[in-house]
């Protein structure tokens, strides 16, 4: 153990030199319900500009009491896996409404969306197969890729010809394409009505994680999918996330009812490890039917998205041609990021700067996300303080 001490103290020091060490900064109380005001810890307030919470609710009074009150009656934790007694009413009846939600015969709960992505990329796939990733596809999709055993072929990003060709590239049997939806760090959307011909035509299956679609994109808040007008026949792998716009934690696959049972049988990820407090059950049912009845909410941080990406153009701010909640402001270097995120920090704003390996060499970023919950003058000074932060970028 001291001779390993040396490596990892050589290691840490190689990432703070390079200025790619990150920081976690504690979160003491949110100043109100309705607000992205949040107090850190000696008692600083910012707006914050970098959470998932797209609709405003995860600090909402109605899923506090709904966990609350599903604690009192089943207990704060499951206590045991969902095959073994860990799997409770209150499972069984957000699995149907999420069914429901995304238009498809069932959906199966998992603790993160870096388990569910695990859990598919590992069922579908093995090894003398094939796996195509967008090149810029979250983590999870990558290592439940590399889990599979199955050999990875990554084609360049939103590319679908690209993604065409590699299906024609040999003899070997493909077995999924699997991409993003919304991508996390750049806000666009995939191809996927050409991704859905092409995976259709080679019988592969096409699995699409839109955990940042979900709740905001599409006409009623059901994602990238419906987006694009594609069913369960285009898309028969959906994986989405329950911690972002729906405000709770945990993530969900969604799909045909042979599907979801062989993932229930097989998949490790959802086997072997405790199944998800019922009350954080309990708290998204509520998120989903506030979604549902106050779409309002999805309507307005669209608006706020757009009031941005107008005054920002007019402050000549740089942005990419993301039409969704996130925004990524790229300005190259992880010291050039960083020095934006003090600026702006010192203004009362808390926008995080994004630098690799979580994004490409040479594209560090502030990442910019928006919520319901945002007021239209705090929009507008945080491209202020944009503009003046880029200013300071170009001259440095």
Request: hydrophobic content about 50%; some cysteine; charged content about 20%.
């Amino acid at each position: 153990m001291k001779r390993a001490a040396p490596a990892l103290e050589a290691a840490l020091s190689r990432l703070a030199q390079r200025q790619l060490q990150r920081q976690r900064t504690t979160v003491e109380a949110f100043a109100a319900p309705d607000s992205r005001v949040v107090a850190l810890a000696g008692g600083r307030e910012l707006i914050d500009f970098s959470s998932n919470d797209y609709l405003g609710l995860a600090r909402h009074p109605a899923l506090a009491a709904a966990m609350s009150a599903c604690a009192a009656r089943a207990g704060a934790g499951s206590a045991a896996s969902h095959l073994v007694t860990g799997h409770g009413a209150e499972h069984e009846r957000l699995e149907e409404e999420l069914a429901a939600f995304t238009g498809r015969e069932r959906a199966l709960l998992f603790s993160t969306g870096y388990m569910a992505n695990l859990a598919v990329m590992s069922a579908l796939a093995g090894r003398g197969e094939r796996v195509l990733l967008d090149r810029l596809s979250h983590a999870s999709l990558i290592d439940g890729a590399l889990l599979s055993g199955a050999l990875l072929r990554r084609y360049r990003h939103a590319d679908a010809p690209a993604a065409a060709r590699l299906l024609d590239a040999d003899g070997a049997r493909t077995a999924l394409i699997a991409t993003d939806g919304v991508f996390s760090m750049d806000g666009d959307l995939a191809p996927l009505p050409q991704l859905s011909r092409a995976a259709c035509a080679r019988d592969a299956w096409l699995v699409v994680d839109d955990a940042h679609g979900l709740g905001v994109v599409g006409a009623s808040g059901r994602g990238a999918l419906e987006h694009f007008g594609l069913g369960a026949e285009e898309v028969p792998v959906l994986i989405g996330t329950l911690g972002k716009a729906f405000g709770s934690f945990g993530a969900f696959v969604a799909g045909g009812a042979d599907l979801i049972e062989y993932l229930i049988q097989t998949a490790r990820t959802y086997i072997y490890t405790t199944a998800l407090p019922q009350p954080v059950a309990a708290a998204t049912r509520r998120a989903l039917a506030l979604a549902h009845t106050e779409s309002w909410r999805r309507e307005r941080v669209l608006s706020l998205t757009a009031r941005f990406r107008r005054h920002a153009r007019e402050a000549q701010v740089p942005l990419t041609g993301s039409g969704t909640p996130i925004q990524p402001v790229v300005l190259g270097s992880a010291a050039a990021a960083l020095a934006a995120q003090r600026q702006l920090q010192e203004a009362g704003l808390w926008v995080v700067a994004i630098r690799p390996p979580s994004v490409p060499q040479g594209s560090a970023r502030l990442r910019v996300t928006l919520s319901a919950a945002h007021t239209e003058a705090q929009v507008d000074e945080l491209v202020a303080q944009l503009a003046r932060a880029c200013a300071r970028s170009a001259q440095a």
